[in-house]
Nanobody, 122 residues
Framework: QVQLVESGGGFIEAGGSLRLSCAVS????????MGWHRQTPGKKRELVAE???????NVADSVKGRFTISRDNTKNTTYLQMNSLKPEDTAVYYC????????????????WGQGTQVTVSS
């Protein structure tokens, strides 16, 4: 069973930094894309940053220059370094991964973590 576990969220003052981690565990063949999204109450979940299966990195304009996505393939982990945090960055942050389970899988399946709360005070 594949699981994604996020960590690193918390409460921080505006201007501060946090680093989120998302580790993928379980049995699978490959990870073909990973990303971070966020959601606030009453709003749709929005993309923050991602690595696509074609090796392209996408970063939302609202966080460009402040947030950096990275990954450690040896640890099946992706990170989101968040600098110069603003109150409007307050949200639950979710990671997702497109995972190919076995060599017989014809497509990748989209898995999500449980989310981690980030609260930025003004």
């Amino acid at each position: 069973q594949v699981q994604l576990v996020e960590s690193g969220g918390g409460f921080i003052e505006a201007g501060g930094s946090l680093r989120l981690s998302c580790a993928v565990s379980g049995s699978f063949l490959s990870i073909n894309g990973m990303g971070w999204h966020r959601q606030t109450p009453g709003k749709k979940r929005e993309l923050v940053a991602e690595f696509t299966d074609r090796g392209i990195t996408n970063v939302a304009d609202s966080v460009k220059g402040r947030f950096t996505i990275s990954r450690d393939n040896t640890k099946n982990t992706t990170y989101l370094q968040m600098n110069s945090l603003k109150p409007e960055d307050t949200a639950v942050y979710y990671c997702n991964a497109f995972i190919r389970l076995t060599k017989f899988s014809t497509t990748s399946s989209d898995y999500w973590g449980q989310g981690t709360q980030v609260t930025v005070s003004s």
